[in-house]
């Protein structure tokens, strides 16, 4: 973009400026002359005795002079660092004067910094384009104004109405996030709409992220998350989330972030009239129900092998155990709801279908002896890593008249009618480790099942991170 007209009226010999050759240029300092006339404050900036100057004082009418080149440091701020890299604007005009500062002092002031924005590349915002009581005091830390606590340009000066006609002059077909579907401080659920509306250039692609981390991406308009199907906020835990647009394009780029509250509902499978290490037989019917959220239908699960499923509230599932062997099954309830989430119950129960064989008589004169027993399922299993405090399970067959849990041989604990079940501490212990079920009949004899386990520390609980 051009400069706006500017007339150049060069300061003296150098007593009230620096001259440079090069210099960073990183900041703009709007300041208010505390009244005056523009030939008045020109040729006082000007005047070798003033030690002041400033780089460009700006007219009622919106004339431009300048008074510094922008090679060179002004002496505007009271600051000396802030001074080597920026440039200082005066604008005719009383700090406090409820009258403010004229239509035209704003305009051209905006062009022209427009202009310095386009050419030293300086971002359009209020830490970049300040005023002069945001200066930092160089010699008492917490003070500002510079060194003599200036207060211009004032409560009057219009900062929200000058960056917009900063950025309107300097980049004329910027993008601008309007509007998003989803509202600041908004409480979602489920799956939510969220898309965007743009105005001034044309964006070539939007991307959408959730707490700084890009999930989502379009180059079609309109654009909107996943396609326009929406975000789904199951996906995330229940609290404040942070959503960013992001909009580019040729004319450049544009942002706008929203904060929400997600509240969904937990989604979650209960079930009547069966529990764990139940025995079963024949046929079995289960009730369940989902709730937390609308279900798409529930099947059951039979060692990982779908045998029932039911698309339609109340949720009855049907299981013929005669089609699998009698002992431990993995059972396990499944539902999917509307929005993609899943529940899941699982459980392990006991078939037990044959009947009881008669025992064969002994020849005479050898002692009777009953059916031999079985240790058919534990709940430890081979290979398997533990922690904590491990709830051991055993499930047998036969005339069992006491199971003993041992750990690497020695004896953990002895019981004497079912359940079958202890709970061994491996809190202290660690590396590998032998268990044994052994069960044993009233004439002696004696079924075994090993399994060797490893022990490893417990997890450290997790902890959620601050959005």
């Known amino acids: 973009m051009k400069r706006p007209p500017v007339t150049w009226s060069p300061v003296g010999s150098g007593a009230n400026f620096t001259p440079v050759v090069n210099r960073k240029i990183t900041t703009i300092v709007i300041h208010a002359?505390?009244?005056g006339s523009l030939i008045g404050n020109v040729s006082w900036l000007t005047n070798d005795k003033a030690e002041a100057s400033s780089h460009y004082v700006i007219d009622r009418d919106g004339t431009i002079v300048q008074v510094v080149p922008l090679h060179d440091i002004a002496w505007h701020s009271g600051n000396r660092t802030v001074n080597d890299h920026s440039v200082g604007i005066e604008h005719l005009g009383d700090t406090y004067d409820p009258t403010g500062f004229?239509?035209?002092?704003?305009?051209?002031?905006?062009?022209l910094v427009a202009w310095l924005v386009r050419r030293y590349d300086i971002p359009v915002d209020r830490q970049h384009i300040i005023g002069h009581s945001q200066v930092p005091d160089p010699f008492h830390p917490g003070l500002f104004g510079g060194s003599d606590h200036h207060t211009d340009p004032g409560p009057y000066w219009k900062w929200g109405y000058y960056l917009k006609l900063v950025k309107k002059f300097a980049f004329p077909n910027t993008i601008e996030v309007s509007t998003t579907s989803l509202e600041q401080g908004e409480t979602v659920r489920g799956i939510v709409p969220w898309h965007i509306s743009l105005k001034g250039g044309a964006a070539s692609k939007v991307d959408f992220l959730v707490d700084g981390k890009e999930l989502w991406s379009d180059s079609i308009a309109p654009f909107g998350f996943a396609g326009g199907r929406g975000l789904n906020t199951t996906t995330l835990s229940n609290g404040p989330h942070v959503l960013t647009v992001r909009a580019t394009g040729k004319d450049g780029s544009s942002s706008q972030r929203t904060i929400i509250e997600v509240a969904n509902h937990v989604f979650a499978i209960t079930t009547s009239a069966i529990h764990p290490w139940q025995v079963l037989?024949?046929?079995?019917?289960?009730?369940?129900?989902a709730w937390g959220a609308s279900s798409t239908g529930i099947g059951l699960y039979v060692d990982h092998k779908i045998v029932s499923r039911d698309r339609k509230a109340p949720y009855t599932l049907?299981?013929?155990?005669?089609?699998?062997e009698d002992g431990a099954h993995?059972?396990?309830?499944?539902a999917e709801s509307a929005d993609g989430r899943v529940a899941r119950r699982s459980l392990t129960v006991v078939v037990r279908n044959a009947k009881p064989r008669a025992a064969a008589a002994p020849p005479a004169p050898a002692p009777k002896k009953s059916a031999p027993p079985r240790v058919v399922s534990e709940t430890v299993a081979d290979g398997q890593s533990v922690s904590g405090v491990v709830d051991w399970r055993a499930h047998t067959l036969g005339p069992v008249a006491r199971v003993v849990f041992l750990v690497d041989g020695s004896t953990l604990a002895t019981q004497t009618r079912e359940p079958w079940q202890v709970s061994w501490d491996a809190t202290a212990l660690s590396g590998t480790?032998?268990?044994?079920?052994?069960?044993?009949?009233?004439?002696?004899?004696?079924?075994?099942?090993?399994?060797?386990?490893t022990v490893s520390p417990p997890a450290a609980a997790s902890t959620s991170p601050t959005p």
């Open 33 to 35: 002359t505390e009244g």
């Open 281 to 289: 037989k024949g046929v079995v019917r289960v009730r369940a129900n």
């Open 318 to 324: 049907w299981w013929n155990t005669r089609r699998v």
């Open 330 to 334: 993995a059972l396990a309830l499944v």
């Open 433 to 453: 480790h032998v268990l044994e079920v052994r069960a044993y009949t009233r004439d002696g004899q004696v079924a075994s099942r090993k399994a060797t386990v």
């Open 102 to 111: 004229t239509p035209a002092e704003y305009r051209s002031s905006a062009q």
